[in-house]
């Protein structure tokens, strides 16, 4: 066995990478797989309060790059699903204790064992983002119909292409339909033409995503979100499944335009 | 029929446009890692060595950048007068 690395990252911050990566690792979990999530933002830690295991930590990523404990000893299980872990970040530390080969190291350590390891980055251009990218097979960029996003996220895609990780993938989070049909909110074939790189998802704006987050349990979790839905529908394209764009308030004809605009695309 | 509600919708571009547009042009300028000061000179350069060697017509210049995938491309359409042309004057 050998696991794909995917990294989460983004260039702006808060536009819901962690979100994006608890979900893509609980249903990647729940399809069968063997995940191992690792939250990169050191210094920051996130991850584990998005998945609900703040309180099950005890050894962190430093800790096993210092030589601390095991590999295994850091990595925490989540009991809901058959083969999900988490290596959290440091809280205490900053992200100079972590080098990009650090980081390859632990991943091929890892890979023997997993289906998916998924990196969650820290937001910018410096030294966590490289940590984050270092061992990485494929990167999601995730982003939001927003300028200053949209902006980021093609600088982040121009570094990723420079570090040869690239194409990059875009999941487009927090999409209004209401804003889009009333012409005020970037729509999604405007970003693609813009940003010029390939679609991996569309995640709707969901108020189910803080009631979930509130409670330590990822949206992907409620099968009847729209949040959830999309989430589980990335997963699955990373799986390599043929899974079409279809939104589920969308009745404006945006996905005919998508989906004529992804075939004259040129790929 | 209702040609001032039109009139009235028309004159301001929806703020998703807006975006686009200015987005479109920021984009451009972050890839190359120039400005618009930067790319306003340049094009006056490119103005002034052409016509070192080649008689243009300089009010039909056009230098545009384009977005072409991820790449940039700098499109020049420099109108070169003919040397009978010029020659006749
Ligand atoms: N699709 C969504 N709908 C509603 N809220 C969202 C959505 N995605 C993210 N959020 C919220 O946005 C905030 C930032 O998300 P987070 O995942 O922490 O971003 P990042 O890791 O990029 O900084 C959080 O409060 C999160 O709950
Ligand atoms: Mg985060």
Request: glycine share 6%.
């Amino acid at each position: 066995m050998s696991a794909s690395v995917s990294t989460i990252t983004s260039g702006k911050g808060g536009v819901g990478k962690t979100t994006t990566t608890a979900n893509l690792a609980v249903a990647l979990a729940g399809m069968g797989k063997k995940v191992v999530c690792i939250d990169g933002d050191i210094g920051l830690r996130n991850l584990d309060v998005v998945l609900g295991l703040e309180n099950r930590i005890v050894y962190d990523l430093v800790d096993v790059i210092e030589g601390r404990c095991r590999l295994r000893q850091a990595m925490i299980r989540d009991k809901r699903m058959p083969e999900l872990y988490l290596i959290p970040a440091a809280q205490t530390r900053d992200k100079s204790a972590v080098s990009p080969s650090d980081m390859v190291r632990l991943c091929d350590e890892l890979r023997e064992e997993m289906d998916w390891i998924l990196i969650d980055s820290p937001a910018g251009i410096e030294r966590g983002f490289r940590n984050a990218i270092a061992a990485a097979d494929s990167v999601l960029v995730v982003t939001n119909p927003e300028v200053s996003a949209v902006r980021d996220a093609d600088r982040i895609i121009g570094l990723i292409e420079a570090e040869e990780k690239g194409p990059a993938k875009i999941i487009l989070n927090r999409v209004n339909q209401n804003l889009v049909k009333r012409g005020d909110m970037l729509d999604v074939p405007d970003v693609l033409e813009l940003l010029a790189v390939e679609l991996i998802g569309i995640v709707p704006e969901d108020e189910a995503v803080t009631v979930s987050t509130n409670r330590g349990q990822p949206v992907v979790l409620d099968s009847h979100s729209k949040a959830g839905i999309a989430f589980s529908n990335i997963a699955r394209r990373m799986n390599g499944e043929d899974v079409p764009f279809v939104n589920m308030d969308d009745k404006s004809g945006l996905f005919d335009r998508l989906s004529r605009m992804l075939r004259t695309g040129g790929d | 029929m209702s040609s001032w509600v039109d009139k009235l919708t028309s004159r301001k571009p929806k703020s998703a446009e807006a975006a686009k547009e200015r987005l479109k042009l920021v984009l451009i300028h972050d890839r190359m890692d120039i400005t618009q000061v930067e790319l306003e000179s340049m094009k006056n350069e490119i103005i002034e060595v052409i016509s070192r060697y080649v008689v243009i017509d300089q009010d039909a210049v056009r230098i545009s950048m384009n977005q072409d995938g991820r790449e940039n491309r700098l499109v020049a359409d420099i109108p070169i007068r003919s040397k009978s042309h010029s020659r006749t004057r």
